[in-house]
């Protein structure tokens, strides 16, 4: 029980961080912020909990909130800056995403110290096969430019603004079906780790958690778009 009302707070905490970023930092923040979400979420991927919702317990992974806020950072850009915006900063964080992953790779090759404590658990959260870091780029960088793509097209198709809803969460329903689809497929399919049952039941909790978090999203980002932020930067001081 401690897990679902700390997981409620978490949801929180994670949203009112991602407003403070864009209401503090404008565009860069969102950039910043898309940068710093590819890399932790990647990190709490690696802890696993279960979340007991009355008598039914679901096993289930961290990283799924931190990475919706991706989706919500690139239609919040898409929406206010436009469409090749949004496309850069996913670039940006695939950069950010790959650069930690091969830095990371080189580090964990140094012969630790003999009294050394870190390597062990570095390799523990950093040392992923191949495998799952190949699947967790591919999924990224598909799911967000069809995030961008779906979004773009309900932009033209629901210019208003009281349709804003619509295009957020049609976008992100759609490419976090492809995300929890592609990542599961190059990730486990072949490897005999889990039952074609087993896949589909990872799939289906795995999207359906993320859709429930993006709907949740729907408010914050509504209130995000009514920022008044200032992009522009004053060379004067510098």
Do not use: H
Not at 159 to 164: I, P, R, V, Y
Request: aromatic residues 16%; contains cysteine.
């Amino acid at each position: 029980m401690f897990n679902l009302g700390w997981g409620i707070l978490f949801v929180v905490v994670n949203f009112m961080l991602f407003l403070a970023c864009y209401r503090f930092f404008g565009k860069t923040g969102l950039y910043a912020w898309i940068a710093f979400a590819t890399v932790v979420a990647n990190i709490q991927v690696t802890k696993t909990i279960e979340l007991s919702i009355g008598t039914v317990g679901i096993i289930m992974t961290l990283g799924n909130t931190i990475y919706t806020t991706i989706s919500m950072s690139t239609d919040l850009l898409n929406e206010k800056y436009g469409q090749q915006e949004a496309k850069r900063a996913i670039w940006f964080g695939f950069f950010t995403l790959i650069s930690t992953t091969i830095m990371m790779q080189m580090a964990l090759k140094f012969t630790p110290q003999a009294t050394d404590f870190a390597q062990e658990s570095l390799q523990t959260i950093f040392g992923l096969m191949p495998r799952l870091a190949a699947a967790s780029l591919l999924a990224y960088l598909t799911s967000q430019l069809l995030d961008v793509k779906v979004y773009g097209y309900l932009r033209r198709k629901f210019g208003a603004k009281n349709q804003f809803w619509i295009r957020t969460n049609v976008s992100t329903g759609i490419s976090q079906l492809f995300d929890s689809i592609v990542f599961c497929t190059v990730a486990f399919v072949g490897t005999g780790l889990y039952s074609w049952q087993e896949w589909l039941q990872i799939v289906f909790t795995t999207y359906i958690f993320k859709f429930i978090i993006s709907i949740v999203a729907t408010p914050v980002l509504y209130w995000a778009r009514s920022f008044k932020v200032n992009d522009q930067v004053d060379s004067s001081k510098s």
